[in-house]
């Protein structure tokens, strides 16, 4: 076997000298190319995480926002709901204490010598109505005088007699309701008035002998006026005289 020549020898190892180094070279240039895009790639990942972290914090500002828009509108709907409501509730008292006031304020003055039915308002006539007929009960002096007489209860058609049950030496008898016209709705017609005295205001009878069969002190009306003091009047009103003798 022949050895080789030293010249050869050292070019081969300055060959692969050569070699290595130059792959040293491009692999420390390569791993150097690597490293500054990874630093580009953290630097740029840091900046996005950050843009990340500001758009969540955004987000969550812009949330709480609208969860206190939405809160304060819900409060607000409900605010006026409750205004609305109120208002309402106040208008229905308002109405009703009027009403009262009204009721407790209005009265209906007789005046015998004039024979006017006077619907009043505190001191004030309101409406002046002409007695048209009468019954052969006439007032009391006990009734002109008092002041405690009242409007008890109204009908707009006088009805026939109700049933009733009365007991008599422990027997309980039963009355039934009349059907039909009876003395009693012919008596005293429409727009009837009662008091808690016999005194009755109403309009035109229907059958005169019964109405002056009936027994009852009557103040009759024409057929609008006791209209007009039937829907102008109220259970409760007071029913007083004026002095008779006065012009």
Known sequence: MKTAHPALLLAAGALLIFSAWSVESYLSANAAALNRDLG???TQLEMMESALSEMNSLKDMKDREMNFLTSGLSSMAAAKKTLYESGLALQAEKRLLEKQLEIMTSSLRIDLYYQKVSLMREDNSQKDLNIAFTSTQAVTEQQMKSKYLRVTSKERFAHPERGK???KDGVLTWIPPQVGESARSNALGEFVMFTNSNIIIHGPFKKPAEHE???HTCLGLSQKDAAH???????GNRVYFVNPTQP
């Open 213 to 215: 069969a009936y027994p």
């Open 40 to 42: 580009a790639l953290n």
């Open 165 to 167: 049950a009365e007991e």
């Open 229 to 235: 003091a039937y829907r102008k009047s109220f259970i």
